[in-house]
Nanobody, 120 residues
Framework: QVQLVESGGGLVQPGGSLRLSCAAS????????MAWYRQAPGKQRELVAVITGGGLTNYIDSVKGRFTISRDNAKMTVYLHTNSLKPEDTAVYYCNADIETLDYRRLEVWGQGTLVTVSS
């Protein structure tokens, strides 16, 4: 069984920062792309940032220059460093990973989500 566990969400004032973490565990052979999505109240889930196994990154325009995605392959962990947070960044943030298991199955796995609230 493969699991993603997120942490690091919370309440922060506008202009503040948070670091979100997502650790993968279980019968994992390879972790390919890892990504962060978010879903604001009443809106569809959207891709925020993605990082390949080789470290290439991509971001949605609204977070470029403010958010940074990184990963530690040895720890099978992906991070989202969020800076200059705005009220419109308020959402549940979900971790997503493309994984190959020890018995060579390819899976897309989601975390349970962590709430980020940006408010004064």
């Amino acid at each position: 069984q493969v699991q993603l566990v997120e942490s690091g969400g919370g309440l922060v004032q506008p202009g503040g920062s948070l670091r979100l973490s997502c650790a993968a565990s279980g019968s994992i052979l390879i972790t390919y792309n890892m990504a962060w999505y978010r879903q604001a109240p009443g809106k569809q889930r959207e891709l925020v940032a993605v990082i390949t196994g080789g470290g290439l990154t991509n971001y949605i325009d609204s977070v470029k220059g403010r958010f940074t995605i990184s990963r530690d392959n040895a720890k099978m962990t992906v991070y989202l460093h969020t800076n200059s947070l705005k009220p419109e960044d308020t959402a549940v943030y979900y971790c997503n990973a493309d994984i190959e298991t020890l018995d060579y199955r390819r899976l897309e796995v989601w975390g349970q989500g962590t709430l980020v609230t940006v408010s004064s």
